[in-house]
């Protein structure tokens, strides 16, 4: 087995709303999307607390998770799939199911982006302390708010690395995006296939990728506007380092 | 025993409201603003309560070392005298204590305006590492377990102790802080002898164009709220309103703070780098003469003899509302 899921109480999208479907006297077969996210170092599965070689510095994880929201998908026959109104958490073998009957017809586009809308950033009427628990963007373990600058961490990667190569994880890096420029927009175009019954759509997050040109002994840390090259770097890197294709 | 409701800060008029008795702050002077209450936390006197049980509550913290008193205390206007206050586990905090008189009044909060609404800003100390350095949920957890706490939070908000209640009722208490009964207060309302002549003095000299020291710290609260560099460093290690905007021209500027209480509040500046009020109008003399990169322009030349530096000394001190620091 390539890639391990964890199937982890999943973000239950309910009923997406769905415009052009008149129900027809022969039901024709129906697609169902799930999402799962597949976090991983150079396509070993990611465990938190397992020491990684990156850039030639051990390292190991305690926290990786993003929010992905604004997502679009447009199928072949011209539907738009909008799920616009909703957040994803993504973290290690999270997944996250939409459940609705789909027309079976190819998915040609891919819109969403990593971080969370200015709006909802922004906090103003509702904020993450009068959302249920179950919502995404409620408060999260670990966190996914900011208290300082009021706002989301739209990404957040912590771990330890070893600065002198004696074996010991002893230095905390902290990687966390956020604020309204840090939002990273994504338009996938590779067409993914869509058949009737379960589909599953992997989102990957390679955190080699994500750390290309990062000298992991140096660049310890970015709170964003503490370390602004840096998180700029690194958000620009998510291009690369986030992938979507069908299981 | 802290009793800052017993010193007179206010005077609360309870109306009996749903959810609780809706109290109002009533001895404000005419010439003194009232605070935005926001429509999901109307004051009540069970959150104020709450929130004020929870201000002296050393278990707010990780190792139930620290409450929001170890560094706001109410004889020094809610600061506590130190240039960076120790947290958990004696580590640093990383900006000098303000105080916290008034906060109901701030727009932005913090030095950086990086809080967007006193309705959140508990979580900072809360969840600072270096300062009582729990999470908001691990917190929750904690008083949940705590009967007289489930059952205060219950009577206030409806709900058992949350991150929600948490911070809602913090900001409660906090809005009843306010300081609105220096000497200046009284001459302002006409009571011609509440400041002496040096004070006096003082004050024109602050209010003059010469100065300039009013088109920041104007106003009644003696602040725009703005965020302004006044010329401290030339560079600086806390990025300050840069942090939240990310805009390298916001470097080195910070929220200008009001100047109420200002001559019990020492040490100064946001990492409070000047021990005393010579100091700081030292610094304004000398950066004025020789200005600083990205320093503001509000920022005038002048030079003071001995006798106009106390003065203006004398006018800021006499800015201390009395009332509640006895």
Redesign the interface.
Known sequence: MKKHIFFFCGILLAGIPFSSCKKESSEPAKAKISFEFDFNVAGDELKLGQAYQINGTTVSFDAVNFYMGGIQLTQENGQVIDLSDQYLLGGIGNTATLNSDLDVSDINSMKFFVGVDPVTN????I????RPPTDPLG?Q?P?M?W????GYKFLRVDGDVDLDGDGILETGVAYHLG?D?MLKQFDLTNPIELRSGDNDLIISFDLTKFFTGVDLKAELDT????N?PLAERLRDNLAIAIEVYRN | MWRPFGLGIIILVMLLGCGGDVVYISNLPNHFPQPTIPP?NKLTRQRVELGKKMFFDKSLSLDSTIACVSCHHPDKAFTDGLALSPGIHGRKGKRNTPSIMNAALVPLI?K?G????LD?QA??P???ENEMGI???HLSQRLAQDPVYVKQSREAYGMPP???VI?RALASFVRTLYSSNSRYDHFIQGDSTALTSREKMGKALFESDRLNCTSCHGGIQFTNHAFENNGLYTSYVD?GR???T?DSADRGKFRVPSLRNVGITAPYMHDGSLANLEEVINHYEDTGISPKKGQSKKIEAFSLSSEEKESLIAFLSALTDEQFIN
Do not use: C, M, P, R
């Open positions: 922004a906090q103003e009427e904020d993450f302390t009068s408060i373990d966190s708010h208290s300082w600058s009021t604020s420029a709170h964003t506007g503490n602004l | 999901d913090n950086d990086g809080v967007k609404k959140l979580l900072v809360i969840e600072d999470s908001i949920l949350s991150a929600y911070t990025l840069a942090l939240i990310l």
